[in-house]
């Protein structure tokens, strides 16, 4: 398997970059791509945009067998208040978005291929604040199936990893708020953060496992067991 090609999209940082140092140490030739720091520029809601970089992709590296999505964006508003176009653009980039790079990966890759999503413990854990965020990631974990049950007749599996808390410039701003990292803590039993790199390395391991489809893997300290930190409230105490 070391002679792989990979593509990570969402690769300029954070959990990207990281997977894309955890897949070249695994042997694999990676291929980063993202709006911004990384070797291939790509818009996921744009889908001319994901048309061209897999293509070139195939077309400089002669093949293409895993692609892991990390991109992603967030916001926090409460339902009521929520502003529409906010709305849709969290949606555009974490399911649509992930919608267009699963379609057309799959018509590059071939059998024993695999894609790898990023979802988050919202998707089964709701937060409040987070509608846009938790409908996109609950939307992408029941996509990965939808897709892994099209695509493993022609040898192609598709799964997602769901992180916890990991402090990313994703969530970077978040955490600068009072309150929020300790009460994410504290309803983790494993008591810490996640890193980066634990997140890397769950991903290298749906790239090999290869009777492994159609499943999300929970990687958050057993946060899932427990409730959401009340981000919200925290944000109301911070700036009222």
């Given at each position: 398997m070391s002679d792989r090609v990979a593509l990570v999209i969402g690769g300029g940082s954070g959990l990207g970059a990281a997977t894309?140092?955890?897949?070249?140490?695994?042997?694999c030739n990676?291929?980063?791509?993202?709006?911004?720091?990384?070797?291939?520029?790509?818009?996921?809601?744009?889908?001319?945009?994901?048309?061209?970089?897999?293509?070139g992709v195939v077309e400089r590296?002669?093949?293409?067998?895993?692609?892991?999505?990390?991109?992603?964006?967030?916001?926090?508003?409460?339902?009521?208040?929520?502003d529409a176009a906010e709305w849709r653009r969290v949606l555009?980039?974490?399911?649509?978005?992930?919608?267009?790079?699963?379609?057309?990966?799959?018509?590059?890759?071939?059998e024993?291929?695999?894609?790898?999503s990023l979802t988050s413990l919202n998707a089964?854990?709701?937060?409040?604040?987070?509608?846009?965020?938790?409908?996109?990631?609950?939307?992408?974990?029941?996509?990965?199936?939808?897709?892994a049950l099209e695509l493993g007749p022609r040898g192609i599996r598709v799964n997602a990893v769901a992180p916890g808390l990991v402090v990313t410039p994703l969530t970077a701003p978040a955490m600068d708020i009072p309150g929020i990292e300790?009460?994410?803590?504290?309803?983790?039993p494993l008591g810490r953060a996640g890193t980066p790199e634990e997140v890397a390395h769950a991903v290298v391991y749906t790239t090999?496992?290869?009777?492994l489809t159609g499943a999300t893997i929970d990687l958050n300290g057993g946060a899932h067991l427990q409730r959401y930190p009340d981000l919200l409230g925290h944000v109301k105490r911070a700036f009222g």
């Open positions: 894309a140092v955890a897949l070249a140490g695994d042997g990676v291929v980063t791509a993202d709006l911004t720091g990384a070797d291939q520029v790509v818009d996921v809601t744009d889908e001319a945009s994901v048309v061209e970089l897999l293509a590296e002669g093949r293409l067998d895993v692609v892991v999505n990390t991109a992603g964006v967030s916001t926090l508003a409460p339902v009521a208040d929520h555009d980039v974490n399911l649509t978005g992930a919608f267009l790079v699963i379609k057309h990966a799959a018509a590059h890759l071939g024993g291929g695999c894609i790898t089964r854990q709701p937060g409040a604040g987070l509608a846009a965020y938790c409908a996109s990631k609950a939307g992408l974990a029941s996509l990965t199936e939808v897709a300790d009460d994410y803590v504290d309803n983790t090999r496992a290869t009777w």
